[in-house]
């Protein structure tokens, strides 16, 4: 990919760093979000704001960053309706990032190549390691894409992620992600169940996690979240429904 320019749709916790991290890298950003504030904030970064999802009709990639498969066909309906109209440029790219499901996705991309006249693929190209890995720009990113689309985009992952893999065809990238919180999931489930059990035996739960992070339970979410569980520290990181919608 030679021009560093996309559209991104969904400013939310997740999507507001990932496209200040492209802006960071050099990306020239036109962005939309329901709600202007975040539009506005990003503009403050460099980037600019579309007056619609439709407006960036003729960006050569749109990222959409939402909650779930629905919102993105929402937000896309005149997006596509204007595709329907005029077909956009052989190439354009629309890169899913939100973790959805993978015939979901599959499903969405039959509907933008039929209104694109075949001219937009579609990316799936889920994402993990939460807010601070996307303020970070160290994200885990698992794609669903031919390996020539997935070679275009590569600067476009890169900007916004350091593990950045191709699982395979469209679909694969969410697959990843659902076995990826799967894992996150019942892990943190464990963990929570651990420092109940320990701390009705009247053992410390911060000195359990601490021996436990040297053992063969060590993990990253053992690393993020068994500090917060020993300290009680009960605040929500992000809303429990996306981890059961993922799931």
């Known amino acids: 990919m030679t021009a560093k320019t996309a559209g991104f749709v969904g400013l939310g916790l997740m999507g507001f760093p990932m496209a200040a991290n492209l802006l960071k890298a050099g990306w020239d950003v036109t962005a939309w979000n329901r709600s202007a504030g975040a539009a506005a904030e990003l503009e403050q970064l460099g980037g600019k704001r579309a007056e619609s999802v439709a407006a960036l009709r003729d960006q050569p990639v749109i990222v959409f960053m939402l909650p779930d498969l629905s919102f993105i066909e929402e937000s896309a309906s005149g997006l596509l309706d204007e595709w329907r109209s005029l077909a ?4 354009t790219a629309v ?3 939100s973790s959805v499901s993978p015939t979901g996705v599959q499903e969405f991309a039959r509907t933008v190549h039929s209104a694109s006249g075949g001219n937009a693929v579609v990316v799936d190209a889920p994402v993990s390691g939460g807010t601070q890995g996307a303020q970070d720009g160290t994200l885990a990113i698992m794609a669903g894409a031919s390996e020539e689309v997935f070679g275009r985009l590569l600067p476009l992952f890169e900007a916004m992620g350091t593990t950045v893999r191709r699982m395979g065809a469209l679909g694969a990238g969410s ?23 320990a701390e009705r035996s009247g053992m410390d739960a911060a ?10 339970a060590a993990s990253r979410v053992l690393e993020f979240v068994g500090p917060r569980l020993a300290a009680k520290d009960y605040a929500p990181t992000g809303p429990a429904k996306f981890m059961h919608k993922d799931l």
Do not use: S
């Open 88 to 91: 956009p440029a052989p190439g």
């Open 95 to 97: 890169v899913v990032m």
């Open 175 to 197: 697959l990843a992600k659902a076995c990826n919180q799967l894992i996150v999931g019942t892990t943190t489930a464990a963990l929570a169940e651990a420092a109940e059990l």
């Open 207 to 216: 000195a359990l996690f601490e021996v436990l992070a040297g053992g063969l």
